[in-house]
């Protein structure tokens, strides 16, 4: 049999009927559940598939008061685990004991990368050796899947089996002082896509600042458009209707935010900006005007029909041109941003 060891004076552990087996041993018994619902009985003829620990002169093992047998290591689904008899119970949870303890702990955690964590249902079995069959102990469906992680190593069931029924020669699971003890484990493998969306306020480099020069060039085009500009990780341009739109054709400048690279987001998507167009004057107050929209879709841009008035454009008392200069500026005010996460 392998050397007994010690537990250390502040392990890291947690027994319910299947609850978390990471917390410390200097927890308040209150938040501890010991009671045994929530666990899954049966009986099978098939013998566990990962690993068994048999246990000769059991009761000797016993009358040591060690507090607990940790296993040889085994490997399951790429991580490793051990198993852990608790003989005379979990004393430091339930000072009453009556019933072996047993849990399933992962080790070699330091060779795991920052942030693992570990999705596992699994099933703890004591072998009848009379009639050849594995009692077997699971949560139930609600409490089923248990989550390792870095504060969280250890699982387990506190009341696995009585002292009584355990040592009961008419059960089979203690013989001639001998038993047989098995786990089995079934990783999850999470393999759903998740999503973070993060509304950014004034997000980095969020001001695009177009300078048309010359201006008389283009004033009588029906729609002048600025080079990409990248904010959010996304292309952008402006779009300014030197005349107006078919909206205010004649009357007002229009301006327009444009999403370029629409095909970036997936079916339904959507991306959201608050942000504020300025139209600058050499001399005094600028015009400022401020729109917000979900972008995607048929929703590609969004904009102004009727900003600056066209009269108001061209007074040379306003100095909006200046030496044949428009300047134009986009301030994005907040952004959604969304990225995969794990």
Not at 36 to 49: K, T
Not at 142 to 153: G, N, S, T
Not at 310 to 317: I, P, Y
Request: charged letters at 25%; a neutral charge.
């Amino acid at each position: 049999m392998d050397e007994l060891q010690k537990s250390p004076e502040n392990s890291n552990l947690a027994v319910d009927s299947a609850v978390d087996l990471s917390s410390s041993l200097s927890k308040p018994i209150a938040n501890w559940k010991i009671t045994s619902p929530g666990m899954v009985r049966s009986v099978r003829d098939v013998r566990p598939a990962h690993y068994m620990l048999k246990i000769k002169s059991y009761s000797l093992l016993a009358a040591t008061g060690v507090e607990k047998y940790e296993s040889g290591v085994f490997e399951v689904g790429g991580y490793s685990w051990r198993l852990i008899v608790y003989p005379n119970g979990r004393k430091s949870i339930s000072e009453e004991g009556g019933h072996i303890s047993l849990a399933l702990q992962i080790v070699e955690v330091e060779k795991l990368s920052l942030g693992w964590e570990v999705l596992v249902s699994f099933k703890f079995f004591v072998h009848d050796q009379i009639c050849d069959k594995y009692l077997t102990i699971q949560s139930d469906a609600k409490e089923d899947v248990k989550r390792f992680h870095a504060l969280k190593v250890e699982w387990g069931f506190a009341e696995f089996l009585a002292h009584d029924t355990f040592k009961n020669a008419s059960n089979g699971y203690l013989v001639d002082d001998c038993c047989v003890f098995g786990a089995e484990l079934c990783l999850v493998n999470c393999t759903g896509k998740s999503e973070c969306l993060s509304m950014v306020k004034e997000p980095n480099n969020g001001t695009y600042t177009w300078t048309i020069k010359p201006f008389s060039e283009v004033e009588n085009k029906n729609v002048h458009e600025s080079e990409l500009f990248v904010v959010g990780g996304k292309n952008w341009n402006i779009e300014l209707y030197p005349k107006g739109d078919a909206t205010e054709k004649g009357k007002s400048l229009s301006v327009f935010l444009r999403l370029v690279d629409l095909e970036s987001l997936a079916p339904n998507r959507k991306l959201y900006a608050e942000f504020k167009f300025r139209i600058r004057r050499q001399f005094g107050k600028n015009y400022e005007t401020t729109g917000k929209s979900w972008f995607g879709g048929s929703n590609i841009s969004w904009g102004f029909s009727k900003t600056l008035s066209l009269a108001d454009l061209k007074n040379v008392s306003k100095s909006y041109i200046y030496n044949d200069t428009l300047v134009v500026e986009v301030e994005f005010i907040v952004l959604s941003v969304i990225e995969d996460f794990k």
